[in-house]
């Protein structure tokens, strides 16, 4: 029996996300998956052309509608539970927008969501963490329940492209008219995306002030790393709240996480585990950053970072 | 009556280290401290702060859970709560469940705000506020830093992966909140005292029409992977020689 599954395309209107990607590659480890990618939006066809060329993507249906401008749970989930019929699975990202829209779609679907996916062990077996990532649960949805659920995309690598999937334009259903779009303020950077990025460079409140960041990010553009930061860091007004990586903030998985003056609170690692190889610099020798560092270094982070700055420069 | 309804739950506190189960049934709780969610406490927090500003009358605190559920419920009445719902079960209930059981709660009280936390640091699922909103066929702003109310309508700023959105919706709405929105007030003992001659009402599922299904087994708690020992270097040359072998630089 194949399993027809579709995924809800996260992009900012012109990209699609790599998160989309992710989602495809969770789907696939689903046995005998027939994928279709829903791309909601007000002009969908350049992203529907990227997500046609996704490897593994069968399908792509878009719905066109002025108010999927941007991405509002309340306008997209009527969308795509009104197309969920004959699909067993529903999948989005564990990001902000899937983590908004997915509960809303299984909820008009009356059906159960399994929320951050980390591994597939059948199409209704699923393995995913709780109390911040110190439990991982293995789930059985049962009964035949259509499945709604969020991947957690730190735990998949990409699908690459190649496939060519057929485009077809489903109708729109009329949008709700009680949410409205106000505004987005993003800092725009030059910077590599924090959630893709190979190479992190990670600031917690021992850096002190906003000023003293500036230093992570002389040595991020360096290593052409991004910058992330602790919710200590956020809190104490040093980072702004998108740079945030743990348990509330960012799940990522880079090949290289350096982090600097992050004492490693559970919520915090959390949000790193998956990364390849984890530096941490500290002045203090028991912290707990220390425990699940591949290379640790004791010392003055306002001595050790200009160093480092030199010695890669 | 202006209401605002708040949900809270019961978890393990979040200072407590997790630890499973050696049989894999589950998170070892005996013993452990249980608080409330902290998430849900900046949404009371919110919900205090809108009715101090005079724009709500009153602030209803309600969970769904076992009747060890009281004291988190007398906690939030002592942080300024008016009255504590608590719809007593012994049935663990899935986040569809107990949006089911919020909603049957809106139909009887009439809030014209509802405010949870984003997600439950125990199970981490963050699902119930958007559920709720889709069952009441309402408006969602879900990890929202700021909430601003006027005239029927709410507007809200939600952190996103991308940085900040505001968004407007008209009330009532759902509006689950994120970590950096308020920072909740210390309970003090006189208010721990009044708090024990605040009304706290039992209800069950069935007065509430709610019939809990299990859609979803958890069949089995393992620990995390552990990551392998790390080393240790002396100074910065050595880190960027260590990376260097890695290949990271």
Partial sequence: MSHHILIVAEHDGRTLNVATAKCVACATTIPDAHIT?????????????????????????????????HPLAAAIAPQIAALAGPYSHVLGPSSTFGKDLMPRIAALLDTVQVSDIMAVESATRFRRPVYAGNAIITVEVLGGAKVVATVRTASFQAAGTGAQAPIEAASPVAPPAHTRFVSVSA???????????????????ALGSAESFQMLYRLADKLRAAVGASRAAVDAGYAPNELQVGQTGKIIAPELYIAIGISGAIQHLTGIKDARTIVAINKDPEAPIFEVADIGLVGDLFEIVPQLEQLIG | MKRILVGIKRVV????????????SGVVTEGVKMSVNPFD????EEALRIKERGAAEEVIVATVGPADCQPQLRTCLAMGADRALHVQTDTPLEPLATARVLRALTE?????????????????NGQTGQMLAALWERPQATFASKVELSQGKARVTREIDAGLETIEVDLPAVVTVDLRLNEPRYVKLPDIMKAKKKPLETLTLETLGVTPRAQLKTLRYAPPAQRQKGVRVKDAAELVAALKQKGLL
């Fill in chain 2, 13 to 24: 506190d979040y200072n407590v280290r997790i630890r499973v189960k050696p049989d894999g």
């Fill in chain 2, 108 to 124: 009887r009280e009439q809030p014209f705000l509802v405010l949870l936390g984003k997600q439950a640091i125990d199970d981490d």
């Fill in chain 1, 37 to 69: 990618v829903v791309v909601c939006a007000a002009n969908a066809a350049a992203v529907a052309a990227q997500a046609a060329a996704v490897s593994g993507v069968h399908r792509v249906v878009t719905v066109e509608h002025p108010m999927h401008e």
């Fill in chain 1, 187 to 205: 800092a725009h950077s030059d910077r590599p995306d924090l959630q893709t990025a190979g190479k992190v460079i990670s600031g917690g409140r």
């Fill in chain 2, 41 to 44: 406490e900046i949404a009371l």
